[in-house]
Structure formats: C-alpha cells, structure tokens
Nanobody
C-alpha cells in the first residue's frame, strides 16, 4: 500500500510562512502527478495546487496564487508547498495526493482525483491567527 506523509504544519500569525512537505513512502511507486488540497471545518475539500511530476505546468487556485508555490523532487518522491503571506482564511487541514492514472482529469482543474487511482496522506493542520 502506497502511503503519503505530510509534515510542516503548525500555527502562525497572519502574514507568516510555512513550508509543507509530502513524502511518498513506496520507492517503487512513481507518480505522474501530485497535488495539495485543504479542508476547513464545515467546508468541502478544495484543490489549491497540482503539478505533473514529469515537468510542465503547475496549477494554483485563485485563492493562493501569488502566495503559495508548489515544488517537487521527483528523485525523492517528495512534493513541497511553500506558503507565504498566510491569512486566517488559509486555516485548514492540508492534504497531499499522488496519482498516475487519472492526472489529466483533475490536475488542470484542481478537482478531486479518482478515488480508485489516487493516494492520500493523513493531512497536516495549518492554523493562521489574526
């Protein structure tokens, strides 16, 4: 079973920064895409950034564009999310997802991936206070 583990969450003041990491534990699994989603209490899970691991465009939600940067280290099976100028409305649990079969159906649109082909981490909490 492929496992993803996020880290780097925490509590910061508004305007602060955090860097999230997501490691895929199975070295034999080669993803074709990875993404970051977040879910606040009482809200649906939303896609905020996604990337094709072989190169190409990175896609961002309007709510984070210009503040968040997604990067990847394909050799380490790791993705990162650099979050700057954090706002209280960024408070949520952040999840990493990896996929290799249905990337084209969700990466450009930041929609939820196919649950039969994607692997999710357990999430890491980000809390931004005003």
């Amino acid at each position: 079973q492929v496992q993803l583990e996020e880290s780097g969450g925490g509590s910061v003041n508004s305007g602060g920064s955090l860097r999230l990491s997501c490691v895929i534990s199975d070295d034999t699994y080669s993803s074709n895409c990875m993404g970051w989603f977040r879910q606040a209490p009482g809200k649906e899970r939303e896609g905020i950034a996604a990337i094709y691991t072989g190169g190409g465009n990175t896609y961002y939600a309007d709510s984070v564009k210009g503040r968040f940067t997604m990067a990847q280290d394909h050799a380490k099976n790791t993705a990162y999310l650099e979050m700057n100028r954090l706002k209280p409305e960024d408070t949520a649990r952040y999840y990493c997802v990896a996929d290799r079969a249905s990337c084209m159906t969700w990466v450009p649109y930041l929609t939820l991936p196919d649950m039969d082909t994607a692997y999710w981490g357990q999430g890491t909490q980000v809390t931004v206070s005003s």
